[in-house]
């Protein structure tokens, strides 16, 4: 799969100490950030913990890639902190 023309609008967990946010996040599959930008659950990411992803085509307007990082954070900040235990 080639995502040259395109930039990734991606939250990524990382390590086993947030591997158990996997199941709340991954409810975000399928809905969109902004019209015409889904979000998907990759279950395959790092070890099989799990990522967000939306992508945004290089040609479009940059902001369109930052409004759409702004709304995944929005969207994920509040299942992070619910469930996150530190």
Not at 22 to 43: F, R, Y
């Amino acid at each position: 799969m080639n995502h040259d023309n395109e930039v990734g609008v991606e939250l990524h967990l990382e390590s086993d100490a947030v591997g158990g946010l996997a199941t709340h996040l991954a409810l975000l599959s399928g809905q969109e950030l902004i019209p015409g930008i889904p979000v998907q659950w990759d279950q395959r990411w790092k070890g099989n913990r799990g990522r967000l992803i939306a992508k945004v085509g290089k040609d479009q307007n940059p902001d369109l890639a930052v409004r759409a990082m702004q709304a995944l954070i929005s969207r994920s900040r509040p299942i992070i902190e619910k469930n996150l235990k530190t």
